[in-house]
């Protein structure tokens, strides 16, 4: 279980590990997954890469092998509500056509829908671009913009943080070049018109995803997950233990928040615990 999101480093660190001879003079075994929505798979090729990972295993939730993993596992599901997954499929739709249109203008642009703060540093190189006319600037400029707010907005649902997803929405409505935005895209326009609606679907989203992760949660300390077998309470290495393994990113603070909680909560892990030290296991 990783508590913090993989950085550059930290892959390119990792993969100077895997590729690296143990002590027996063998690369060590390393296996890595990596979870993204359908189409973000590109953007996981930089990660590959810094992980010299040297192949990539394509895996969805109907192949036939992880239905049989599955039926094998307990797991805990959480499902987006159909009208929230709608919305991202719009707002995906609309930003990827968007970015699709501004490449016809600046082909340096990336081909897939890059993150908030690549779009924002895509936003400020572009009023230095002198290939393109102020006309044209001010054209892709707006493409981009479009792109950044439906990212932003994709990155609050999927975190079902309705607190940001909020603050963003209000902000948007006082900026005037954001507004201005929102009123031009009809898919951005709706959004923030059912901005109650769609708080409260994201609400449900996440005591969904919540309730999966404690029961998660339960069943993995169950099965051995943070108990001690060593003398005065080290971890041992041949404790049972139970897998989490966690979809979506929940937050550093609130996964280890409900991790710890559990973990107290448990009685058979009582005073093994790992206090006061970083979940990164």
Known sequence: LTMSALDAAAAGAVGRFAASPSAHNRPPRLVAVLCCEPHEAEALLPTCR????????????????????????????????????????????????????????????????????????????LQHAQSLSAEKRGTVMWQLL????????????????????????????????????????GELRSLAQQQDAVVELVERFARARLEALRAALAAAIEGGFGAA??????????????????????????????????????????GSRLQGQPLNM
């Open 50 to 125: 810094a992980l010299r990972v040297p192949a990539l295993h394509l895996r969805v939730d109907a192949d036939a092998d992880v239905v049989a993993l599955l039926r094998a596992h307990r797991t805990h599901h959480f499902a987006i509500p159909p009208q929230l997954a709608a919305i991202c499929t719009q707002l995906v739709k609309m930003a990827s056509e968007q970015l699709v249109a501004a490449r016809t203008l600046l082909p340096s642009l990336p081909s897939t829908l890059p993150d908030a703060r690549s779009l924002k540093a895509e936003m400020r190189q």
């Open 146 to 185: 479009a792109c950044f707010c439906a990212r932003r907005l994709l990155d609050h649902v999927r975190d079902a943080d309705s607190g940001a997803l909020c603050a963003f929405l209000n902000d948007a409505k006082r900026e005037l070049k954001t507004q201005a935005c929102f009123e031009q895209f």
């Open 229 to 270: 077998t060593g003398a005065r309470g080290e971890v041992g290495v041949s404790a049972r233990h139970g897998l989490l393994v966690v979809r979506r990113a929940l937050g550093t603070t609130a996964l280890e928040v409900e991790v710890r909680s559990a973990l107290d909560a448990h009685e058979a892990v009582s």
